[in-house]
């Protein structure tokens, strides 16, 4: 490797490297293969590099560290084949699973939809091995699945990034706890790379009247 994990960061106007990244001025005519990942970090491996999102992603970002849902959010692009040039072009694209959740009023519903409610999403595995040469990412089985607790977008809808991943059997899968109630579904789902799922949870006065309704899918996201 030329480059081995160099940091870019973008300063308002230029990207810079650290360490700085060089072309073979004895290879002129050599191609290369460029991958880029996002969050930084320093895997141990390339080819099985251990990703684990969040398990709460509600938190905010500080100076020091990003949000849990930024933090989660795994970006990967390559570029094959490049010749030198100064600069080369990476399209970075999503590699785990997003799904978003909206709360529904339900017909017998009293009130409007909870501001303060806590969504969690239950018995998702939170770690992949990811292949940085190829973007491939894979759950990791040994894991034990956790519960996540979802970012607020608003008012009634929330969002959390979920390692790709299937839901066999119908199992505990989303919870909508507010002021004390407890509102929960079960549903076998199946969570595919780099798409985006939407989930409609109808809530009523019964906390055992909820219904799902899964919605459709987007093939990467803002």
């Known amino acids: 490797n030329y480059a081995n994990n160099s940091k870019s960061i973008f300063d308002g106007t230029n990207w810079n490297n650290s360490p700085a990244i060089y072309w073979d001025g004895d290879k002129p005519e050599a191609k290369y293969d460029i991958f880029g990942y996002y969050p930084f970090d320093k895997p141990a491996s390339v080819d099985e590099y251990l990703f684990t999102v969040a398990?709460?992603?509600?938190?905010?970002?500080?100076?020091?560290?990003?949000?849990?849902?930024?933090?989660?959010?795994?970006?990967?692009?390559?570029?094959?084949?490049?010749?030198?040039?100064?600069?080369?072009?990476?399209?970075?694209?999503?590699?785990?699973s997003k799904i978003v959740v909206n709360l529904i009023k339900g017909e017998d519903y009293t009130g409007e939809i909870p501001t303060d409610a806590i969504v969690s999403i239950h018995n998702t595995v939170p770690a992949a091995n990811i292949d940085l040469a190829s973007g491939m990412v894979v759950m990791d089985s040994y894991v034990t699945p956790q519960s996540i607790r979802t970012k607020k977008v608003k008012d009634g809808v929330y969002t959390a990034i979920i390692v790709p991943q299937r839901l066999q059997t119908r199992r505990p899968f989303i919870e909508i706890v507010s002021?004390?109630?407890?509102?929960?579904?079960?549903?076998?789902?199946?969570?595919?790379?780099?798409?985006?799922?939407?989930?409609?949870?109808?809530?009523?006065?019964?906390?055992?009247?909820?219904?799902?309704?899964?919605?459709?899918?987007?093939e990467g996201w803002d």
Do not use: C
């Open 55 to 96: 398990l709460d992603q509600s938190t905010e970002a500080t100076a020091e560290a990003l949000s849990g849902y930024e933090a989660s959010d795994f970006l990967w692009a390559k570029a094959e084949g490049v010749s030198q040039m100064a600069t080369v072009p990476l399209t970075f694209k999503h590699r785990l």
């Open 179 to 218: 002021e004390g109630v407890s509102y929960l579904v079960e549903s076998s789902f199946v969570f595919r790379s780099g798409i985006q799922h939407t989930v409609n949870i109808t809530l009523n006065n019964s906390p055992d009247k909820v219904k799902i309704e899964i919605g459709g899918e987007i």
